[in-house]
């Protein structure tokens, strides 16, 4: 007993010495500077461009730069980016044009405007950490409460070359072509052709979709299917990238896929697709658009169109009736 209670204090002491350390050790994680954000991380990688024509993950990697990304590496700057699309099933035909303009300035605020040739676009401005929104001719309202939609927006317009890429199933081949200078600065050429198309690896990292019971409608179908099993087959265009950066500086694309019949004969269609990207300098300031105060909606559809400016017609005043015939 005597020895048990001669090395009891020895026992409390390196228990207390054990517990002092997981505490210190916690302190310095707790207290210790934030790792910075990963697209600075990722804007901090060297990217060697004169790889590109080998390297297919790079490839992968240059047309899929986030906004973000590209700002952190060259600064302020304005994408503009014009997509045409041309569906043709058969006698049916159906063509859209959309243009895209994307101000980068500052650490955060940027001005996103999005038109196509059916007169319908919407237009996004972030400045100082609050956005302003409208459709195209809406007035624009302020919006307080974004709950992350403005990086979803201005990386979605930012998206071009990518979801070029993401149609063609990666078929890109690149060959270089020389040296330019885009916007003031050095860039590599390259020429693009019809390379051998990949899986889309981006599948298995998604949960599978859910359906209703019976599957998709019939329109949702057809659109999947296209998308899956459509296959480039023609390529052609020019693509140039900063040489120190690797960001994309201009493009000038053009692609045409087939999507095959299915087991019945239906569903045969061909796409035309074009893509234009020119990057210029530092983007013009970005300023608070007259806007409409972020308010709550009032109550009732009435009260709501009031506030948007739609008052409601007066009823017509009954005109008299006229006296009847007296016999």
Not at 6 to 26: H, K, Q, V, Y
Not at 84 to 110: C, M, N, P, Q, Y
Not at 120 to 143: C, I, L, P
Request: aromatic residues 4%; negative net charge.
């Amino acid at each position: 007993m005597s020895k048990l209670l001669a090395s009891l204090p020895l026992g409390i002491l390196l228990l207390a010495a054990c517990t002092t350390a997981e505490d210190r050790a916690a302190k310095e994680r707790i207290f210790s500077p934030e790792d910075p954000p990963k697209v600075l991380l990722a804007a901090a990688e060297r990217l060697d461009p004169s790889r590109l024509p080998k390297d297919a993950a790079l490839r992968d990697r240059i047309f899929s730069m986030p906004a973000e990304e590209a700002r952190a590496r060259i600064g302020s700057h304005e994408q503009k980016t014009h997509v045409a699309f041309g569906w043709s099933a058969g006698e049916r035909e159906v063509k859209l044009a959309e243009d895209r303009t994307v101000a980068l300035a500052g650490t955060d605020d940027f001005h996103v405007v999005v038109e196509n040739d059916e007169r319908k676009g919407m237009e996004w401005v972030r400045v100082d950490g609050t956005s302003y929104t409208r459709s195209r001719w809406a007035k624009f309202r302020e919006r307080r409460r974004d709950r992350g939609s403005s990086d979803h927006v201005v990386e979605s317009a930012y998206s071009t070359l990518q979801t070029f890429r993401d149609l063609v199933h990666g078929a890109i081949r690149l060959e270089p072509s020389g040296e330019a200078t885009v916007g003031g600065r050095r860039a590599l050429r390259f020429t693009a052709s019809l390379g051998e198309a990949r899986a889309d690896s981006s599948a298995s990292k998604l949960p599978p979709p859910v359906y209703a019971k019976d599957g998709p409608d019939p329109d949702t179908a057809l659109r999947l299917a296209a998308a899956k099993n459509a296959r480039p087959t023609s390529l052609v265009g020019t693509i140039a990238v900063d040489a120190e950066t690797a960001v994309p500086l201009e493009a000038d694309l053009k692609a045409t896929l087939e999507v095959p019949a299915d087991a019945d004969g239906n569903g045969a269609a061909t796409l035309d697709l074009s893509v234009r990207l020119d990057v210029s300098g530092k983007a013009p300031k970005i300023a608070v658009p007259e806007h409409m105060e972020d308010a709550p909606r009032p109550p009732g559809v009435v009260a709501t169109l009031r506030a948007y400016g739609f008052e409601k017609e007066p009823p017509k005043a009954e005109e008299p009736a006229e006296p009847a015939d007296e016999e």
